[in-house]
């Protein structure tokens, strides 16, 4: 158990549709990664915050995309106007007990997205 | 920019054989090296990382990785495969408070 928790586990929507994944790590970090990983690949970075700032963003994440962490506790994903090429896993990570020093992360069971 | 290669999609060993999953990787300076494991329906899960020092890493359930500088390579061993093995291995590269990079994995067969 790496104390990270995302919910729900699984969503599936139609395309067009908003959807919304929350992930929330059992201690508080101040870093939070999002990762997305399509079938048969490796998890992609999307973005990470220190504390509420949310501080790089991938050229994967699009207009479309937006995740907060108000309080730099959980944090949130959304996806406005779905598409069927984010069909992924969304994957939210934390570091270590070294605080990330070393940039190792613990991540949570993700978030299976199937757009219909 | 940090980079991983893992050149093999599939390998198959038979339970009781021993087990080599190679990874490249491209970066600058020294890096910071991990394998990860990855069961169907399970996350990811941390199997051992390379930070500095001693080039040869031991980690959980009997696994261990070498990093080799001159080859740019990281990758990992263990001598006798059990079938609980059977999963995909992703090996990444990190930065300090960069993100991680990851090899598109090798997915692990065992025979019995």
């Known amino acids: 158990d790496t104390g990270v928790s995302q919910d729900p586990r699984h969503k599936i929507t139609k395309r067009g549709q908003n959807v919304t994944f929350r992930c929330d790590p059992i201690?508080?970090?101040?870093?939070l990664y999002w990762y997305r990983q399509t079938l048969g690949q490796g998890p992609e970075f999307l973005t990470y915050?220190?504390?509420?700032?949310?501080?790089?963003k991938s050229r994967l994440l699009s207009d479309r995309f937006s995740a907060e962490r108000p309080k730099g506790s959980f944090s949130t994903l959304e996806i406005q106007r779905t598409e069927q090429g984010d069909s992924a896993m969304y994957l939210c990570?934390?570091?270590?007990?070294?605080?990330?020093?070393?940039?190792?992360?613990?991540f949570g069971p993700g978030t299976r997205l199937t757009v219909l | 920019a940090q980079s991983v290669t893992q050149p093999d999609i599939h390998i198959t060993v038979s339970e009781g054989a021993s087990l080599e999953l190679r990874c490249n990787y491209s970066y600058g300076a020294t890096p910071y090296l991990f394998w990860y494991v990855q069961s169907p329906g399970q996350g990811l899960q941390l199997l051992l990382k390379y930070f500095s020092g001693d080039t040869l890493v031991q980690g959980i359930k009997g696994f261990e990785a070498e990093f080799k500088r001159s080859q740019s390579s990281f990758n990992l061993r263990k001598p006798s495969v059990h079938w609980s093995d059977a999963a995909e291995y992703f090996c990444a590269v990190g930065a300090p408070s960069n993100d991680m990079r990851f090899g598109a994995g090798t997915r692990l067969t065992v025979k019995p």
């Open positions: 915050f220190q504390n509420e700032a949310q501080l790089e």
């Open positions: 201690s508080e970090h101040n870093r």
């Open positions: 990570a934390t570091p270590g007990r070294d605080g990330g020093a070393h940039n190792e992360q613990f």
